[in-house]
Protein backbone atom coordinates (compact mmCIF):
# COMPACT_ATOMS: atom_id res chain seq x y z
CA UNK A 1 0.00 0.00 0.00
CA UNK A 2 2.62 2.43 1.05
CA UNK A 3 4.28 1.46 -2.30
CA UNK A 4 1.24 2.41 -4.08
CA UNK A 5 1.01 5.76 -2.40
CA UNK A 6 4.49 6.58 -3.11
CA UNK A 7 4.19 6.20 -6.88
CA UNK A 8 1.00 8.22 -6.92
CA UNK A 9 2.46 10.83 -5.69
CA UNK A 10 5.79 10.37 -7.71
CA UNK A 11 3.79 10.18 -10.81
CA UNK A 12 1.28 13.42 -9.56
CA UNK A 13 4.69 15.37 -9.37
CA UNK A 14 5.85 14.67 -12.54
CA UNK A 15 2.56 15.89 -13.75
CA UNK A 16 2.19 18.73 -12.05
CA UNK A 17 6.07 19.57 -13.36
CA UNK A 18 4.58 18.69 -16.93
CA UNK A 19 1.20 21.54 -16.13
CA UNK A 20 3.88 24.56 -14.63
CA UNK A 21 6.00 24.33 -17.63
CA UNK A 22 3.36 24.01 -20.42
CA UNK A 23 1.95 27.06 -18.28
CA UNK A 24 5.24 28.56 -18.29
CA UNK A 25 4.99 27.97 -22.69
CA UNK A 26 1.64 29.53 -22.84
CA UNK A 27 2.95 32.87 -20.88
CA UNK A 28 5.88 33.19 -23.04
CA UNK A 29 3.55 32.59 -26.47
CA UNK A 30 1.24 35.57 -24.85
CA UNK A 31 4.47 37.77 -23.85
CA UNK A 32 5.31 37.41 -27.70
CA UNK A 33 2.34 37.87 -29.44
CA UNK A 34 1.92 40.96 -27.10
CA UNK A 35 5.99 42.06 -28.52
CA UNK A 36 4.78 41.66 -32.21
CA UNK A 37 1.95 44.23 -31.65
CA UNK A 38 3.78 46.35 -29.51
CA UNK A 39 6.50 46.31 -32.26
CA UNK A 40 4.43 46.67 -35.45
CA UNK A 41 3.19 50.05 -33.10
CA UNK A 42 6.18 51.33 -33.22
CA UNK A 43 7.63 51.23 -36.38
CA UNK A 44 4.71 53.19 -37.62
CA UNK A 45 5.25 56.23 -40.02
CA UNK A 46 8.62 54.37 -41.63
CA UNK A 47 7.73 53.04 -44.54
CA UNK A 48 11.23 52.17 -45.23
CA UNK A 49 10.55 49.65 -41.93
CA UNK A 50 7.60 48.65 -42.27
CA UNK A 51 8.04 47.13 -46.01
CA UNK A 52 11.65 45.76 -44.63
CA UNK A 53 11.39 41.67 -45.09
CA UNK A 54 12.29 40.13 -41.55
CA UNK A 55 11.73 36.97 -40.73
CA UNK A 56 11.74 37.28 -36.72
CA UNK A 57 11.62 34.35 -34.25
CA UNK A 58 13.16 30.94 -34.23
CA UNK A 59 17.14 31.07 -34.79
CA UNK A 60 16.53 35.23 -35.35
CA UNK A 61 15.54 37.06 -33.20
CA UNK A 62 12.37 37.36 -31.17
CA UNK A 63 9.98 40.14 -31.53
CA UNK A 64 10.63 41.96 -28.13
CA UNK A 65 14.51 42.19 -29.27
CA UNK A 66 13.33 43.60 -32.55
CA UNK A 67 11.63 46.31 -30.78
CA UNK A 68 14.24 47.28 -28.07
CA UNK A 69 16.43 47.45 -31.06
CA UNK A 70 14.37 49.37 -32.78
CA UNK A 71 13.74 52.14 -29.43
CA UNK A 72 17.54 52.37 -29.16
CA UNK A 73 18.21 52.89 -32.93
CA UNK A 74 15.78 55.73 -32.87
CA UNK A 75 15.82 57.38 -29.44
CA UNK A 76 19.47 57.33 -29.15
CA UNK A 77 20.87 57.66 -33.06
CA UNK A 78 24.26 55.88 -32.20
CA UNK A 79 27.15 56.48 -33.95
CA UNK A 80 29.38 53.39 -34.75
CA UNK A 81 27.67 49.99 -34.08
CA UNK A 82 29.22 46.86 -33.37
CA UNK A 83 26.86 43.48 -34.19
CA UNK A 84 28.25 40.47 -33.35
CA UNK A 85 26.40 38.03 -35.46
CA UNK A 86 24.86 38.34 -39.04
CA UNK A 87 21.20 38.34 -39.16
CA UNK A 88 17.75 40.04 -39.29
CA UNK A 89 19.05 42.57 -36.74
CA UNK A 90 21.46 43.83 -39.51
CA UNK A 91 18.63 44.49 -41.87
CA UNK A 92 17.40 46.60 -39.32
CA UNK A 93 20.79 48.74 -38.49
CA UNK A 94 21.65 48.65 -41.94
CA UNK A 95 18.23 50.23 -43.38
CA UNK A 96 18.22 52.87 -40.37
CA UNK A 97 21.85 53.75 -41.45
CA UNK A 98 20.45 54.33 -45.28
CA UNK A 99 17.32 56.49 -43.83
CA UNK A 100 18.11 58.15 -40.80
CA UNK A 101 21.83 57.37 -39.36
CA UNK A 102 23.45 59.07 -42.35
CA UNK A 103 26.74 59.80 -40.33
CA UNK A 104 26.68 56.24 -38.62
CA UNK A 105 28.66 53.40 -38.90
CA UNK A 106 28.21 49.26 -38.61
CA UNK A 107 30.15 46.84 -38.55
CA UNK A 108 29.36 43.39 -38.23
CA UNK A 109 31.08 40.28 -37.47
CA UNK A 110 30.34 37.19 -38.70
CA UNK A 111 31.66 33.29 -38.32
CA UNK A 112 30.30 32.07 -41.90
CA UNK A 113 31.49 33.40 -45.43
CA UNK A 114 28.90 31.53 -46.82
CA UNK A 115 25.95 32.90 -44.71
CA UNK A 116 27.59 36.21 -45.73
CA UNK A 117 27.63 34.97 -48.96
CA UNK A 118 23.99 34.61 -49.55
CA UNK A 119 23.23 37.48 -47.57
CA UNK A 120 24.96 39.79 -49.54
CA UNK A 121 22.81 37.91 -52.33
CA UNK A 122 19.47 38.93 -51.01
CA UNK A 123 20.07 41.90 -49.08
CA UNK A 124 21.54 45.22 -50.20
CA UNK A 125 23.60 46.86 -47.01
CA UNK A 126 24.14 50.34 -46.68
CA UNK A 127 27.71 51.55 -47.55
CA UNK A 128 28.41 52.45 -44.53
CA UNK A 129 27.58 48.82 -43.22
CA UNK A 130 30.97 46.54 -43.25
CA UNK A 131 31.06 42.59 -42.67
CA UNK A 132 34.11 41.44 -41.32
CA UNK A 133 34.44 37.14 -41.26
CA UNK A 134 35.82 35.52 -37.94
CA UNK A 135 35.81 32.28 -38.26
CA UNK A 136 35.44 30.02 -35.14
CA UNK A 137 37.63 28.58 -32.66
CA UNK A 138 37.37 26.92 -29.42
CA UNK A 139 38.52 28.36 -26.48
CA UNK A 140 38.67 27.81 -23.20
CA UNK A 141 36.79 30.10 -20.27
CA UNK A 142 36.75 29.32 -16.62
CA UNK A 143 37.56 25.74 -17.28
CA UNK A 144 34.87 25.73 -20.01
CA UNK A 145 34.94 25.41 -23.87
CA UNK A 146 33.71 28.00 -25.46
CA UNK A 147 33.06 29.15 -29.53
CA UNK A 148 34.75 32.17 -29.79
CA UNK A 149 36.06 34.51 -33.17
CA UNK A 150 39.13 33.80 -34.25
CA UNK A 151 41.09 36.91 -34.99
CA UNK A 152 38.54 39.11 -33.17
CA UNK A 153 40.91 41.61 -31.23
CA UNK A 154 42.46 42.38 -33.92
CA UNK A 155 39.23 43.22 -36.17
CA UNK A 156 37.25 45.36 -33.64
CA UNK A 157 38.28 48.47 -32.45
CA UNK A 158 36.68 49.83 -29.23
CA UNK A 159 34.61 52.35 -28.58
CA UNK A 160 31.33 51.96 -29.79
CA UNK A 161 28.51 53.31 -28.48
CA UNK A 162 26.00 50.36 -29.35
CA UNK A 163 27.35 46.55 -29.29
CA UNK A 164 24.59 43.96 -30.37
CA UNK A 165 25.47 40.75 -29.44
CA UNK A 166 23.84 37.61 -30.95
CA UNK A 167 26.96 35.58 -32.08
CA UNK A 168 28.97 33.04 -32.21
CA UNK A 169 26.70 30.28 -32.54
CA UNK A 170 25.69 29.50 -28.39
CA UNK A 171 27.93 27.76 -25.55
CA UNK A 172 26.74 25.89 -22.84
CA UNK A 173 28.54 28.00 -20.90
CA UNK A 174 29.72 31.74 -20.71
CA UNK A 175 28.26 31.84 -24.01
CA UNK A 176 29.11 34.86 -27.11
CA UNK A 177 32.18 35.79 -24.44
CA UNK A 178 34.02 37.73 -27.13
CA UNK A 179 32.18 41.07 -25.92
CA UNK A 180 34.10 40.93 -22.74
CA UNK A 181 37.39 41.38 -24.30
CA UNK A 182 35.89 44.49 -25.36
CA UNK A 183 34.63 45.74 -22.17
CA UNK A 184 37.72 45.21 -20.04
CA UNK A 185 38.84 48.03 -22.01
CA UNK A 186 36.62 50.37 -21.84
CA UNK A 187 37.66 53.71 -19.77
CA UNK A 188 35.00 55.21 -17.05
CA UNK A 189 33.89 58.02 -19.12
CA UNK A 190 32.57 55.40 -22.19
CA UNK A 191 28.74 55.70 -22.77
CA UNK A 192 27.43 52.48 -24.63
CA UNK A 193 24.26 50.28 -24.56
CA UNK A 194 24.57 46.67 -24.65
CA UNK A 195 21.68 44.56 -26.32
CA UNK A 196 22.60 40.64 -25.80
CA UNK A 197 20.17 38.18 -27.16
CA UNK A 198 19.17 34.78 -25.76
CA UNK A 199 19.66 35.32 -22.62
CA UNK A 200 17.20 33.32 -21.16
CA UNK A 201 19.82 30.75 -21.74
CA UNK A 202 22.27 30.01 -18.79
CA UNK A 203 25.42 30.77 -20.87
CA UNK A 204 24.23 34.10 -22.17
CA UNK A 205 23.28 34.68 -19.13
CA UNK A 206 26.77 33.86 -17.49
CA UNK A 207 28.30 36.33 -19.60
CA UNK A 208 26.09 39.16 -19.33
CA UNK A 209 26.75 38.55 -15.34
CA UNK A 210 30.62 38.97 -16.12
CA UNK A 211 30.00 42.14 -17.98
CA UNK A 212 28.03 43.50 -14.94
CA UNK A 213 30.63 42.38 -12.90
CA UNK A 214 33.80 44.26 -14.85
CA UNK A 215 31.74 47.42 -14.96
CA UNK A 216 31.08 47.35 -11.26
CA UNK A 217 34.57 47.32 -10.67
CA UNK A 218 35.39 49.95 -12.86
CA UNK A 219 33.49 51.93 -10.86
CA UNK A 220 30.83 52.69 -13.58
CA UNK A 221 27.46 53.24 -13.29
CA UNK A 222 25.36 50.98 -15.41
CA UNK A 223 21.69 49.89 -15.45
CA UNK A 224 20.39 47.01 -16.49
CA UNK A 225 16.56 45.07 -18.07
CA UNK A 226 15.71 42.01 -19.25
CA UNK A 227 13.16 41.68 -21.93
CA UNK A 228 11.20 38.62 -22.24
CA UNK A 229 9.01 36.73 -24.74
CA UNK A 230 9.51 33.61 -26.42
CA UNK A 231 13.54 34.29 -25.56
CA UNK A 232 14.69 36.61 -23.82
CA UNK A 233 17.42 39.78 -24.35
CA UNK A 234 19.13 41.91 -21.89
CA UNK A 235 20.43 45.83 -22.10
CA UNK A 236 23.70 46.64 -20.37
CA UNK A 237 23.83 50.75 -20.13
CA UNK A 238 25.52 53.10 -19.05
CA UNK A 239 24.61 56.15 -17.42
CA UNK A 240 23.65 58.37 -20.45
CA UNK A 241 21.72 55.75 -22.06
CA UNK A 242 19.93 54.33 -18.56
CA UNK A 243 16.04 54.77 -20.21
CA UNK A 244 17.02 51.91 -22.40
CA UNK A 245 16.42 49.55 -19.36
CA UNK A 246 12.79 51.19 -19.43
CA UNK A 247 11.13 50.55 -22.90
Not at 7 to 18: A, G, N
Request: with cysteine; net charge negative.
Amino acid sequence: MINKLKKYFKSLKIEQQQLSEEIDALKKQTQEIEWAHIYHDSIRGKKWLEELPLNIGRWACNYSFFYVLNRVLNDYKPSKILELGLGESTKVISSYLDNELKSSTHLVIEQNQDWANLFEENFKLSDRSTISICPIEIQTINSYQVRAYKDFKNKVENNYDLYIVDGPHGSDRYSRYDIVQLIKNVSSNEEFIILFDDTDRKGEDETCTTIAAILEEKKIPHYIEKYGGIKSSTIIATEKYKYSTSL
